[in-house]
Each structure stands twice: as C-alpha cells, then as structure tokens.
C-alpha cells in the first residue's frame, strides 16, 4: 500500500512553518498516544505515521528531498524516513512529549520491566466490580546493598566507555547517532563488586501484595493496568506497569453479550397457551422480577427487561436482561393428564399416537 503524503497526514499546507508542523504534529500525538489508546493498534499506526511525517518535514534537507521527489527520493539516500520504534520516537522527540498527561512526559523513555496478572473472577464480581488483594513476586530494591549492586562498603565505577554518560555517539557520514552504552547498558557506572545477593542486579525477586480495584463492567479478556506497579529497572528507572488480565468464569444460569444477560426460561405448554405471571430471577443476589407472558407464547421467543443486565464500564447505564422462552415437553404423564391431551387433540383435529397401548408399551408401563 502506498504511502500517505506527509503535509496530508499533518494536515498542513506545504507552505508551513516549524510552529506550524510542531503544533499539527503535537495535536495528533496527543490523540493517539499508545498511553491513551492501549490495545489499539490503528492508533498505534496513525501515531507512528504522524511522528514519521514530522521528522522529515522538520528537517529542511529531508523536507527539500521530499519536496523534490517524494518518499522515493528519501529511500534513494537512505533516509527511510522517521524512527522506527516507541523507544526511538519519544527519544527522537522528547520536547513535543514535555508536559504529556499531567507533567514531566507521557511516557518515560526507560522504564522497569511490566508485569502480567492473571484474575480469574466469578460471573457476578466481574458484573458489579469488586476489590481483589493479590500477591504477585516481582523485583524490588536489594536490601543488602540498597539498589546500587555493589557489595557493601565498595562503589561502582565511572564507564570507561561512555564516560558516565551512560551514551554512546556514533558518526556515519554527516549525521551523529547517539545510542546506549553496550558496556554499561546506559547506567554511565560499572560494577565491580556485584553484591554478593543480588548478583549486581540491586534488586531481588519479594513477594507484594496488590491491591486490585476491578470496576463494574468488565468482561473476559478485559486488561486493568496498574501504573508504577511494575519492577524497577536495573539503573534506578523508573517502575513499569502491572497488567491485569480478566478471567470471568461462566455462570450457571446467565452468558453475557457485551451489556446483555440472556438466560433460557422453561415454561409448560399450558402457561404458553393461557399465558403466566412468572417469578424470574435477576443476576443481582436476591432481587427477582414477575413478568406477564401472553396468551400464545411461542417457544423461541424472547421477552427483554431493560436496566437489569451488566453495567456499562464507562459508568452510563446498564444492559438488558433478555429472557428465550423454551417450551418443556414433559417426559412423563399422568393418566389425567394423558386424557386431557387426547381430548384437546381430537378437538384440535391432530392426529397423535393412538391412545390404546400396545404390546410393547404395556410392558414399559
């Protein structure tokens, strides 16, 4: 598929000014920045185009290139246009990403390693939302050396390589690549006397319990994240993120589809033809609801109670409960109740069974 043209992704006119192309840019950085869309990967794709787009056109030798002879120009000299990855783009960029959701950036740019969480719930808990303590082992600051991953009573040493800048500038031809230091993975210190408990890492696997607030609403699947929940990483950054995977387990009565609870309700051939008032049960513990079944209720029908299903996860509502009517056939008859089959099949004028047994029926009688 052919590339989309960069003034159009920004929507700006080809005319446009640094101000002009930075303000464009941070508008849609701000709207599909993968803090604000988690999961979604189009706008995981419209955010990597947009910062693709803004790193040529702020660039006046690549934005003449392009200007001259569109992407292909850029291929042809090897500018293959913006960063490829997160890593690259809020590094590339980290003045548009300033003051990001609140301060001091949206997104670190080096941050500990996130953690999974699997939550297995009941139908109901994930229905209404609940409160979960859990316990989860995951890295924590070393106590015997406080973090640093020197034995005690000795301190790291200053990168030969980086010289404590914890970055490494390579040149190729007329641009400067600054990247990590492969000697000190960026922590601008070496260690010379790892701890002896830590192994260097200054930091051990603990136990934690976590407190996990599950709002109403949520379904199979859903994913909760719990921020700074996550493990420090091994140069003092920052925590990650603790991920919360749902497990709803089945109900013995209700499924659920999106908002909607739908349950199966037996009735009799009699209540289906004079109709009922039937008790029908709803899915919050002890509340049940009559309900009026007219006269000539069809198996397969549906009846539907509105504001009784699953809460909306946005807090606006709730779903339906959707009732499908399903006529029992008896398995077993009494002899009234054979007699009077017989006669309202005669007065219907439907041929049935003939009603005298025979040999091999008296024998299962």
């Known amino acids: 598929m052919s590339k989309r043209d960069f003034y159009q992704i920004l929507g700006v006119g080809r005319d446009a000014n640094e101000t002009e192309l930075k303000k464009a840019y941070r508008k849609l950085a701000m709207q599909y920045h993968p803090d604000k869309n988690p999961g979604d990967n189009e706008a995981e794709e419209m955010f990597k185009e947009a910062a693709e787009a803004y790193d040529v056109l702020k660039d006046q030798e690549k934005r003449q290139i392009y200007d001259q002879f569109g992407h292909e120009g850029l291929k042809g000299r090897g500018m293959g246009g913006g960063p490829g990855g997160f890593d690259d783009i809020f590094s590339s960029f980290g003045d548009i990403f300033d003051g990001f959701f609140g301060g001091g950036g949206g997104r670190s740019r080096s941050t500990g390693a996130d953690l999974r969480l699997d939550l297995k719930l009941k139908f109901e808990e994930a229905a209404f939302g609940t409160q979960k303590t859990v316990n989860i082992n995951k890295r924590e600051s070393c106590d015997t050396c406080r973090g640093s991953g020197s034995k005690p009573g000795t301190s790291p040493q200053v990168c030969g390589m980086c010289r404590g800048s914890g970055q490494f500038i390579q040149q190729q031809g007329f ?98 033809a004079l109709g009922a008032e039937i008790e029908v049960p709803l899915l919050e513990e002890g509340k049940t609801k009559v309900i009026s079944l007219p006269q000539g209720t069809q198996s397969g029908n549906t009846y539907r109670i509105p504001g009784v299903g699953i809460p909306h996860i946005q807090g606006r509502g709730k779903g339906d409960q959707v009732l499908q009517i399903v006529i029992e056939t008896p398995k077993k008859l009494s002899k009234k109740q054979k007699e009077l089959f017989q006669e309202l099949a005669e007065i219907d004028g439907k041929a049935v069974k003939n009603k005298h047994m025979g040999f091999f029926e008296k024998l299962m009688s």
């Open 175 to 272: 641009f400067s690549i600054k990247t990590t230091c492969p000697t000190c993975n960026g922590a601008g210190k070496k260690i010379v006397s790892p701890c002896s408990d830590c192994r260097g890492q200054g930091s051990t696997l603990k136990p934690k319990e976590i407190s996990v607030n599950v709002p109403a609403g949520v379904d199979n699947g859903s994913r909760l994240r719990l921020r700074g929940e996550g493990e420090r990483g091994p140069n003092g950054e920052p925590p990650g993120d603790i991920y919360v995977i749902i497990h709803m387990q089945p109900h013995e009565f209700f499924h659920r589809e999106e908002y909607d609870l739908y349950c199966r309700l037996p009735i009799s051939f009699s209540q289906a």
